[in-house]
């Protein structure tokens, strides 16, 4: 077990609608990156965030958004959810350090959200 | 751009024989690579790591071999146990980055 901690497990949206997923870090650990598994492919990287701030992005539009709040845990929100949206949602915490090199990241159970 | 490549979808093998996943990359920057294995409705666990100054690292029945010229990296698994069954994925970063970027997953079915 790693100790991240995601929540809901599984949700069901209508096309359109916004959707918060929210994530606890391992303990101990200072950056939270989210990826989107579809299914049959590998984890896809949206963005990180480190000291509460976006430290980078991936191949997403700005719909998803995200947080971080002082005790390092996270959300990920998405707005106008679209049927493509489909997909595990996977949070990931690690610590990072000041070189940014080594930095094995620990993922939690997943959001399964569904795009009806 | 896939930049971490795994081209075998699956592999089948039985239960006490060696078990071998193969990963591909594109980027020389990329100086940390990671091994995870993931069951149905499970998120990935972490398995084994590999910095680019070492050509392999051993942790159990578990060892990743690195081959930088190539840009190939391979798992092996000896001995297989069918509870190895499960999505192996294959994961690079490099220092300075922000992400880890992974691989399309092998599918492992050991056979009892």
């Known amino acids: 077990e790693t100790g991240v901690t995601q929540s809901p497990t599984h949700l069901i949206k209508t096309r359109g609608q916004q959707v918060t997923l929210r994530c606890s870090s391992q303990?101990?650990?200072?950056?939270v990156s989210w990826y989107q598994q579809a299914l049959g492919q590998g984890p896809q990287f949206i963005f990180q965030?480190?000291?509460?701030?976006?430290?980078g992005r991936g191949n997403f539009p700005p719909r998803f958004s995200g947080l971080q709040f002082p005790n390092y845990s996270s959300e990920l929100n998405v707005n106008a959810l679209e049927l493509d949206d489909s997909a595990l949602y996977l949070c990931?915490?690690?610590?990072?350090?000041?070189?940014?090199?080594?930095?094995?990241?620990?993922f939690g159970e997943g959001s399964w959200l569904t795009v009806v | 751009d896939q930049q971490v490549k795994q081209n075998s979808p699956s592999l089948s093998v039985q239960e006490g024989r060696i078990s071998i996943l193969n990963c591909d990359y594109t980027n020389s920057m990329f100086d940390y690579f990671l091994w995870y294995k993931k069951y149905p409705a499970e998120g990935p666990t972490f398995l084994i790591s590999?910095?680019?100054?070492?050509d392999k690292n051993e942790d159990g029945r578990f060892t990743v071999f690195l081959n930088k010229s190539a840009k190939h990296l391979s798992l092996h698994i000896v001995p297989s146990q069918p509870g190895d069954s499960a999505v192996y994925f294959c994961?690079?970063?490099?220092?300075?980055?922000?992400?880890?970027?992974f691989g399309a997953g092998t599918r492992l079915f050991v056979k009892a």
């Open positions: 994961a690079a970063s490099r220092t300075g980055g922000f992400k880890t970027i």
């Open positions: 590999i910095s680019s100054i070492k």
């Open positions: 990931a915490s690690s610590f990072r350090t000041v070189r940014g090199s080594g930095n094995t990241i620990y």
């Open positions: 303990s101990g650990h200072n950056t």
């Open positions: 965030y480190y000291r509460e701030e976006e430290n």
